[in-house]
Nanobody, 116 residues
Framework: QVQLVESGGGLVQAGGSLRLSCAAS????????MGWYRQAPGKQRELVAV???????DYTESVKGRFTASRDISKNAVYLQMNTLKSEDAGVYYC??????????WGQGTQVTVSS
């Protein structure tokens, strides 16, 4: 079991930046991977970025070159730096922890609104 708490969402103009944070209640190295998902109104939740236990990262194509996922193992935290935000980046962003068992844990989500 792990609890995840996101923060850092808000309202930003198109072209601006936001940094999301996710604090985990236990070592993130005990998880197979940590990820960031987002869900826009009327759309399915989609994977935005993932960090594996080994520290490898991967991104959905639409955010490559603009978003950067990182982690601080000592703080049991992961981050999502989002630059050059676009209107299509808006939505609720969720932190995800996937256990080695395959079970997913989710945070409560943080809203990102991008104004044009």
């Amino acid at each position: 079991q792990v609890q995840l708490v996101e923060s850092g969402g808000g309202l930003v103009q198109a072209g601006g930046s936001l940094r999301l944070s996710c604090a985990a209640s236990r070592s993130i190295l005990s998880m197979r991977a940590m990820g960031w998902y987002r869900q826009a109104p009327g759309k399915q939740r989609e994977l935005v970025a993932v960090i594996t236990t080994g520290g490898n990262t991967d991104y959905t194509e639409s955010v490559k070159g603009r978003f950067t996922a990182s982690r601080d193992i000592s703080k049991n935290a992961v981050y999502l730096q989002m630059n050059t935000l676009k209107s299509e980046d808006a939505g609720v962003y969720y932190c995800n922890a996937r256990a080695y068992s395959g079970i997913d844990f989710w945070g409560q989500g943080t809203q990102v609104t991008v104004s044009s």
